[in-house]
């Protein structure tokens, strides 16, 4: 028994270092372990085994075993330490970051603002683009807003340094810089690049000298809208609206416009939204934007024939679209990069 055992024992020593598969693993264990193996048969073997010596025999097998067990574990965790090598194609770099770590996602006024986007894509709008610092003149001027409006004025907007004033006496006396009030500037870009027929829309950043607080921000966004043809008419913009609000707030979300004024647009209007899906909200009217057809006035600034164009536009504030669909409270969540807040839109 003692050699069998130590034959077995040497057997296993020597062929398991050199295994280097699952098979091969497989046919080895089988070979000592299996039903025809070397070491259940010296187990079998024990029944004749004289009595008095089976104790020391017993242990011997035990021992044996539990060599052999280990020769068996060591094998096998050589193995799958080869099959994830071979997976893994490289060596593992520990300094990688953790595949576990929060990989980041979409702000909620982007994914808010793509979501926007999407609905008048569908509509027919493409997105177009102007500067954030702009010029008086596409701010105003153009938009047919008199020198005496209080946009103009240095207390509700941020005008670059003075350009009148300016230390180099080539920029003296031409036109005042200023960051954009409104995304409208981009309705007069784009009008100056293009002919009719124009239909965009220009999402963007926005600066007020607003004081923060939980409905205002010095540092907002819009997403203007023109839609420049041959009989648009307040039906359409109407429509348009209609589609919007009921693509974002449910079918069920209203629209109402009342009469106002904007100087592009004659006439003009704020519109309201009412949806059953805004909880709290959902008994109210709110106010979430301004539109209205086309100022002809505009049109003559562009070199557009007003006699045979017609367009509508409209503006409206990212920030209260999303704070709305997303029950926000405050204004300054959006901008203070506290994760407890972003993860939640994940
Ligand atoms: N620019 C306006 C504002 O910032 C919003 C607006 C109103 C835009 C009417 C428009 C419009 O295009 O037609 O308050």
Known sequence: ??????????????????????????TFKARIVGPNGTLTAAMKGMATVPKEDKPAA?????????????????????????????????????TLPSPDDFAGS????????EEIVSVFHKLGFTVADGPEIESEWYCFDALNTPANHPARDMQDTLFMPDAT??????????????????????????????QPPV??????RCFRRDTVDATHSANFHQIEGLWVDKHVTLRDLKSVLDAFVREMFGADAKIRLRPSFFPFTEPSFEMDLKSPDLGRLSDRWLEIMGCGLVDPKVFENV????????????????????????????????????????????
Not at 199 to 204: D, Q, S, V, Y
Not at 315 to 331: F, N, P, V
């Open 1 to 26: 028994m003692q050699h069998q055992l130590a034959a077995i024992l040497a057997d296993a020593s020597t062929g398991a270092p050199v295994i280097a598969t699952r098979p091969e693993f497989e």
């Open 58 to 94: 017993g242990k011997l097998l035990n021992q044996t075993k539990g060599e052999i067990e280990k020769l068996f574990a060591a094998a096998l965790a050589r193995i799958e330490q080869n099959e994830n090598a071979a997976r893994l194609g490289a060596p593992i770099d520990p």
């Open 106 to 113: 979409l702000h909620p006024l982007t994914q808010v603002r």
């Open 165 to 194: 004033r300016c230390a180099d006496a080539s920029k003296r006396g031409t036109e005042a810089y200023l960051l954009r009030s409104h995304t409208s500037s981009v309705q007069i870009r784009t009008m100056l690049k293009q």
């Open 199 to 204: 239909r965009i829309i220009a999402p963007g």
């Open 303 to 346: 070199g557009y024939d007003p006699e045979q164009w017609t367009g509508l536009a409209f503006g409206l504030g990212l920030e209260r679209i999303a704070m709305l669909l997303h029950g926000i409270d405050d204004i300054r969540h959006f901008y203070t990069n506290d994760l407890r807040f972003l993860r939640q839109f994940a």
